[in-house]
C-alpha cells in the first residue's frame, strides 16, 4: 500500500453533501450564499486519489488532530466562492447556522463527484477530519487483489468495524 487517506462520502458513489456556502464579502453584499458540495477528508486522501494540489497545502495531521478550521476548495468553488481572487488564507462557513469561519489553505483540481458526463465540475469543499463511517481510500498496484488482507487486518485490529462495498476506482468508474 503506497497510501491511505479518508473521506466521508466517496466520488462516483456517495456523492458529496450541500450546503449555503459564504463569504465575509457575500455577507457583507446580502447576495445568497452559493451551493457548494461539501464533505470532510483526511490522512492523504487527495494523494490517495491523485487529486493535484493546485496551490496552498494539503491537510497535515496536526489539521485533523486540533479540530483546526482549516478548509481545502476545489478550482470550481474558488472561481465561484473568490472570482478574481486569491483563495488562499481567505474565509468561508456555512451560511445557515454557521458561526465558525474556516481559513482556506490550499486549492485542489476539480472532481467529478456523481457524474464523469457532467460537462462542469461542481465546486466542493474538503473540511479536514471524519465521519462515523468514512470511506477509506487506498492506493496499492494491487488495489484489486488487497480486499481480503485489508479485511483480516480489520478483523484483527477493530473486530466490531463493519467493512463492506469494496471496490476499485477503475471498477466504480466503469460503473
Given at each position: 500500500?503506497?497510501?491511505?487517506?479518508?473521506?466521508?462520502?466517496?466520488?462516483?458513489?456517495?456523492?458529496?453533501?450541500?450546503?449555503?456556502?459564504t463569504t465575509p464579502k457575500?455577507?457583507?453584499?446580502?447576495?445568497?450564499?452559493?451551493?457548494?458540495?461539501?464533505?470532510?477528508?483526511?490522512?492523504?486522501?487527495?494523494?490517495?486519489?491523485?487529486?493535484?494540489?493546485?496551490?496552498?497545502?494539503?491537510?497535515?495531521?496536526?489539521?485533523?488532530?486540533?479540530?483546526?478550521?482549516?478548509?481545502?476548495?476545489?478550482?470550481?468553488?474558488?472561481?465561484?466562492?473568490?472570482?478574481?481572487?486569491?483563495?488562499?488564507?481567505?474565509?468561508?462557513r456555512p451560511a445557515a447556522?454557521?458561526?465558525?469561519?474556516?481559513?482556506?489553505?490550499?486549492?485542489?483540481?476539480?472532481?467529478?463527484?456523481?457524474?464523469?458526463?457532467?460537462?462542469?465540475?461542481?465546486?466542493?469543499?474538503y473540511l479536514p477530519g471524519?465521519?462515523?463511517?468514512?470511506?477509506?481510500?487506498?492506493?496499492?498496484?494491487?488495489?484489486?487483489?488487497?480486499?481480503?488482507?485489508?479485511?483480516?487486518?480489520?478483523?484483527?485490529?477493530?473486530?466490531?468495524?463493519?467493512?463492506?462495498?469494496?471496490?476499485?476506482?477503475?471498477?466504480?468508474?466503469?460503473?
Amino acid at each position: 500500500v503506497e497510501s491511505v487517506g479518508f473521506i466521508t462520502t466517496l466520488p462516483l458513489d456517495e456523492g458529496a453533501g450541500t450546503a449555503n456556502i459564504t463569504t465575509p464579502k457575500i455577507d457583507a453584499s446580502g447576495a445568497e450564499a452559493p451551493v457548494v458540495r461539501n464533505a470532510a477528508a483526511g490522512g492523504a486522501y487527495f494523494q490517495t486519489m491523485g487529486i493535484r494540489l493546485v496551490r496552498g497545502r494539503y491537510f497535515e495531521r496536526i489539521d485533523e488532530e486540533r479540530g483546526l478550521t482549516n478548509v481545502i476548495i476545489s478550482e470550481a468553488a474558488a472561481r465561484v466562492l473568490f472570482p478574481g481572487e486569491e483563495p488562499l488564507g481567505q474565509k468561508v462557513r456555512p451560511a445557515a447556522g454557521g458561526q465558525t469561519w474556516f481559513t482556506i489553505i490550499g486549492v485542489v483540481e476539480d472532481v467529478k463527484v456523481d457524474d464523469l458526463r457532467r460537462e462542469s465540475p461542481e465546486p466542493m469543499v474538503y473540511l479536514p477530519g471524519v465521519s462515523t463511517s468514512p470511506a477509506y481510500v487506498l492506493k496499492s498496484a494491487r488495489a484489486d487483489q488487497l480486499a481480503p488482507e485489508v479485511r483480516a487486518i480489520i478483523r484483527e485490529v477493530a473486530p466490531e468495524s463493519p467493512m463492506y462495498r469494496i471496490f476499485t476506482m477503475q471498477n466504480l468508474a466503469a460503473r
